[in-house]
């Protein structure tokens, strides 16, 4: 997520809280971070029942790489543990029921929330990806297709682009590996230029958790594993959500 509501969350831990008096930015079981807790947050993150959107589906312009790949990691999650991951418009109908912590809480009148990576609606010209999760190995894979809205040099993807798709695989996996909430650093070295329309594979690692963050790695490649397109490495802040009031 983005570097103010990290710096919000940090303003939380200090003296004086961001509304009314002192609060101390609340800090998690690490022993169950890892553990059972994951099956909960997977299951509120994946509803099995839902009248939501999900658009991390196949549709007419994904490119016979992408809809390969997906193919085979869907017959994996029959097997070998993985889950494939909803997307929906917003984060907030990932986590229905729960909310920012206090502080943190941003009140409006919108109604039409959107997360940047699917802000643009016309299918196959902006961000194509889907992300399937592995619960107990605490990884991800996400399968990205650039679209010509993310074009830089022409033909090619902007680097900002999968620095956007890095960070946003990292996100889901690290709430979902040990209630990460918030980007606290990335550090990205690119290496070759995305075709546009192509596919970029982002392998997604936890490496280890530690004073209350996640430390992540991920390496983006073609499919074939014979170009790399870029290298991060990232850091997570763990942030418990809260229950939602009753209204």
């Known amino acids: ?91 907030r109908d990932h986590i229905q029921g729960l909310k920012l912590p206090s502080g943190l809480a941003v009140a409006s009148d919108k109604s039409d929330w959107r997360i940047f990576t699917r802000c643009i609606q ?46 946003e695989t990292f996100s889901k996996t690290a709430y979902l590996a040990g209630e990460g909430l918030f980007t606290v650093s990335l550090n990205i070295r690119f290496k070759n230029l995305i075709p546009v329309g192509s596919l970029a594979v982002l392998n997604v690692h936890v490496e280890k958790i530690e004073d209350q963050k996640l430390y992540m790695s991920c390496i983006a490649q073609s499919r074939d594993q014979q170009t790399v397109y870029a290298k991060c490495s990232g850091i997570f802040l763990q942030l418990q959500l809260e229950e939602e009031s009753p209204q």
């Open 122 to 167: 016309v299918e196959g010209q902006g961000y194509e990806y889907v992300i399937f999760f592995h619960p107990s190995e605490k990884k991800s894979i996400c399968l990205f297709q650039p679209g010509p809205y993310l074009e830089g040099a022409p033909g090619f993807a902007h680097g900002g682009s999968l620095a956007t798709m890095m960070d």
């Open 1 to 91: 997520m983005i570097r103010r509501g990290f710096q919000a969350a940090v303003r939380l831990g200090q003296h004086r809280a961001l509304f009314g008096g002192p609060q101390v930015l609340p800090r998690l079981n690490l022993t169950s971070a890892f553990g059972s807790s994951t099956d909960s947050l997977v299951s509120r993150f994946c509803p099995e029942k839902t009248d939501l959107k999900d658009y991390a589906l196949p549709n007419a312009s994904w490119c016979p790489d992408m809809l390969d790949l997906y193919q085979e990691f869907l017959e994996k999650t029959k097997t070998d543990g993985w889950i494939k991951l909803p997307s929906f418009k917003s984060n």
